[in-house]
């Protein structure tokens, strides 16, 4: 990373997203130059290329799971680092020019997350209307706001409605009232952010053979460690079908003794096993640690093999 005074940061725009509050949340970021991309893969490649030092993009939600264009793209191409996470509360509003009413919606423009977590209410309230895919929520409020005629209504965030002047029709429309999304901001990898204590791992896995117990072979590195897994996602190569890799959080850092020892199980089953990061949780949760996985356990087994050896 440059100097912050200098730090340029890409991210999923335009601007009013969702993204750009999780951007907001970085220190300094809000002073930094900040890039709007089309499309997670092209903010990504503004990292790889070095136009900007990092890029702000979603990963998760809590009611949709993992974001497919984020674990796609961060999966493949030249390698890249997650430096920090950030967790923002979504609210969804329903959005229209100004003197439009709920009866004369037709056709709804949003993001598919969006729109997913908002289908029980779409259903209750606007049964008739039609689906309109955008590449963001805030894309679709900017086209509307812009006179878009391919459809006549947004769902959208309350700040970009309001900054854009539309019409809020109605408010807090998500099906779950506390759905949250985790956004990463990666860079290019240089040195590892600290050990916190509550820190998270994340690790692209391909799956170098499709055979019975192959699933269990990886997990069994992280359980015969004691490392706790947050999330696993398998996500198709796009080579053939059939052919998967697996997209995993692990709680710990690498330089944890239990992480470090089940990412060397791994490498030696998944040769090309991607590291993505460890870094500090949002949350700040700590992980459970058994006692005999703590990294004194593991020292002292180091400790003892090594007595072993020396003594031959």
């Given at each position: 990373m440059t100097r912050p005074d200098n730090t340029s940061y890409a991210y999923l725009g335009p601007e009013g997203t969702f993204t750009e509050a999780a951007l907001?949340?970085?220190?300094?970021?809000?002073t930094a130059r900040r890039v709007p991309a089309s499309t997670v893969a092209s903010a990504l490649d503004a990292v790889r290329s070095g136009s900007v030092d990092a890029a702000m993009v979603p990963i998760e939600n809590?009611?949709?799971?993992?974001?497919?264009a984020t674990l796609d793209?961060?999966?493949?191409?030249?390698?890249?680092?997650?430096?920090?996470?950030?967790?923002?509360?979504?609210?969804f509003v329903l959005a229209a020019r100004p003197g439009a009413s709920l009866g004369e919606v037709r056709r709804i423009a949003t993001h598919g997350h969006a729109w997913a977590q908002c289908r029980t209410w779409v259903d209750a309230n606007v049964r008739e209307a039609e689906y309109f895919p955008a590449s963001s929520t805030a894309a679709a409020a900017y086209g509307l706001a812009g006179g878009d005629d391919g459809y006549d209504a947004a769902i959208c965030s309350p700040l970009v409605a309001e900054r854009l002047g539309l019409a809020v029709l109605a408010s807090d429309i998500g099906d779950v009232a506390d759905a949250v999304t985790r956004f990463i901001l990666v860079g290019r990898p240089h040195a590892l952010p600290p050990r916190t204590g509550a820190d998270k791992t994340t690790l692209v896995i391909p799956l170098p053979e499709d055979h019975p117990g192959a699933l269990m072979q990886i997990l069994d590195q992280f359980a015969a460690r004691g490392v706790n897994l947050s999330r696993i996602e398998s996500r198709p190569t796009g080579q053939f079908?059939?052919?998967?890799?697996?997209?995993?959080?692990?709680?710990g850092h690498v330089e944890d003794a239990r992480v470090a020892d089940a990412l060397k199980g791994l490498h030696r089953i998944s040769p090309g096993l991607r590291f993505l990061g460890s870094y500090a949780r949002a949350d700040r949760r700590l992980p459970a640690v058994e006692r005999h996985t703590t990294d004194d356990a593991f020292g002292a087994a180091d400790a003892?093999?090594?007595?072993?050896?020396?003594g031959r």
């Amino acid at each position: 990373m440059t100097r912050p005074d200098n730090t340029s940061y890409a991210y999923l725009g335009p601007e009013g997203t969702f993204t750009e509050a999780a951007l907001l949340q970085v220190p300094g970021a809000d002073t930094a130059r900040r890039v709007p991309a089309s499309t997670v893969a092209s903010a990504l490649d503004a990292v790889r290329s070095g136009s900007v030092d990092a890029a702000m993009v979603p990963i998760e939600n809590s009611v949709e799971g993992g974001v497919s264009a984020t674990l796609d793209a961060i999966a493949v191409g030249e390698p890249l680092r997650i430096l920090r996470e950030e967790l923002v509360s979504i609210t969804f509003v329903l959005a229209a020019r100004p003197g439009a009413s709920l009866g004369e919606v037709r056709r709804i423009a949003t993001h598919g997350h969006a729109w997913a977590q908002c289908r029980t209410w779409v259903d209750a309230n606007v049964r008739e209307a039609e689906y309109f895919p955008a590449s963001s929520t805030a894309a679709a409020a900017y086209g509307l706001a812009g006179g878009d005629d391919g459809y006549d209504a947004a769902i959208c965030s309350p700040l970009v409605a309001e900054r854009l002047g539309l019409a809020v029709l109605a408010s807090d429309i998500g099906d779950v009232a506390d759905a949250v999304t985790r956004f990463i901001l990666v860079g290019r990898p240089h040195a590892l952010p600290p050990r916190t204590g509550a820190d998270k791992t994340t690790l692209v896995i391909p799956l170098p053979e499709d055979h019975p117990g192959a699933l269990m072979q990886i997990l069994d590195q992280f359980a015969a460690r004691g490392v706790n897994l947050s999330r696993i996602e398998s996500r198709p190569t796009g080579q053939f079908l059939g052919d998967y890799f697996f997209s995993v959080d692990a709680d710990g850092h690498v330089e944890d003794a239990r992480v470090a020892d089940a990412l060397k199980g791994l490498h030696r089953i998944s040769p090309g096993l991607r590291f993505l990061g460890s870094y500090a949780r949002a949350d700040r949760r700590l992980p459970a640690v058994e006692r005999h996985t703590t990294d004194d356990a593991f020292g002292a087994a180091d400790a003892w093999l090594g007595g072993i050896l020396g003594g031959r």
